[in-house]
């Protein structure tokens, strides 16, 4: 029996079985003689380095953890999916580009492409290629229907010659084949077809430099420059004039996925913050004793068990409501994008200056804090994210489920369920703009009767949830009202009110997440708490409220409190910091303090 093997064998797996054989395949990053670990991970990030051995080891679990299983992947469900990122992640964020830099270029094979397309993909990614995405442009940035790179007609080969710049297109020297979507003729969305381009840089009509990210050190982006490049007619992938709609619906994968990378980050972050707390004495009392750090190290504890939660909902929701996901995944980018940034500044100030020195058991922190700090702008920057979420924020309207919308409680029950078996993934599913009612605010006042039946207010604990569930009852109410107001304002006005609206309702729809989350696993252990308790749920539901009020202070010290205990005793128990959490490989002498 190899170590990883008698690694694996000698604890649960859990519910994220393929997740706990990797934490336990890549060991204790602690530990400083790991070549996985952290100690790594900052030395790479000294010399700019590729992941190179983690990749190797985390690269098989990871690469075609995505796609279905009918196109040759490895997908099982995308909260399985979301858990083999952060184990992998959560000891170095390059791997996630390392590994998955493709997900945008393959989802939108798999979604558009012939079946032998979509075969010549996988095959690339089983064998360890990588496909890079050119979409951006150095001259137009977000506003991609500006792009101006084209793909014409070759009248002497009737295929095509395609011409101009993308950039940041990810593993510029690795990529073993490029998707590129390229203006085809018309205006608006349907001018753009995508090509799937081999070997780009085996091109002599394709130059190229790289581009080294402030964060996420070693990964390369490049800057390409295309010259009359020949495309065979046969790389054309789904119809002239679907290249932009079918990117648009591959990145809502794509952004339920990467909140990973953010959830790793600042679970690795808040641990290293903890065991700093914990050691270093001032004032004859160790930092984390002192009122004010603990209220910081709570708060930051509530902003991700917030994130997890409702990072949760929406990998799962992948299968029972892949057309919210137009919506959904934009909800979640923007709460897990603030959220994260939040953490990193609160442990940031606990630590003092040893979050900023790149040396010593916290030198890994700031590097963590960098490569989060990319990932706010993988797939979609916050503002474009904020937009589209703005431009379907009609879907509030309506306050509750009816009789007819019952197939669609049920669903929500699933989706919410971590226990309940999802239905197979229906990529076709998937829509540039979602309908209907908005489902997880649609399902609330379902979940908050519920609730307010079994607890009571006996305790002073379940009273406070009850109160802050009223009050979410409330805001969701005004929301819906100035959602209405929209349409009495100039559209000036409304350009910039509705994208303030946005973040504001995402923060509220997280909050109805973690209340339907609660609700329907109340009979079982979420957070290492017992079953039924709101230990978890009070911080991070009145951190999703204050934060929708414009509110940015830290949390009332019993509601830190109760944030900071439930981080703490996972962490003792070396867990991930997630709903149902998987064990974490130690080893001895790195227990934590």
Known sequence: M??????????DLGPYPAAAALEAALG???????SFGFAAMLARAERDAFPDALADIAGPALRLSYVPAEYGGDLITYDQTLMLVRVAARRDLTIMPATMIDITATLCVLLAGSPEQRDR????LRSGESIGFAFSEPAHGSDLLANTCALTPDPVTGGWLLDGEKWLTGFGKRAGAMLVIAHTGGRGPAAYSMALVHDPLRQSSARYRLQRPAGMRGTDFAHFQFTELPVADDAIVGRIGRGMETAMRAMQVVRATSVGANLAAVDSALRLTLEFAGRHVVAGRP?????????ELGTAAAALLAGDAVALACARAIHTFPAAQSLWSGLLKAVLTELSTEAFTRCADVLGTRGVLREGPEGTFDVLRADNAVVRYFDTSPTANLRLVAMQLGRFVEAGFTAAQDGALELLSDTFDLDATLPSLDFTSLTLS??????????????????RAVLGAARPCTGRALELVDRLERALAAARTDITGLAELSTSERATVTVDLALRVAYLHAGAACVQLWWFNRARSLYGTTPGSVDWLLPALALLLDRADCRTA???MVLADNAFDVIARLHRDRRLFTARPLPLATEEGTEPS
């Open 2 to 11: 190899t170590t990883v093997e008698s690694r694996t064998a000698a604890i």
């Open 28 to 34: 204790d990053p602690r530990a400083q003689d790991n």
């Open 121 to 124: 993909v996988v095959r690339l």
């Open 287 to 295: 930092v984390g004793e002192h009122a004010l750090n603990r209220r």
């Open 434 to 451: 979602a309908r209907g009612l908005e489902v997880v605010t649609g399902g609330f006042p379902v979940a908050a009767a519920g609730m």
């Open 554 to 556: 830290r949390l009332p």
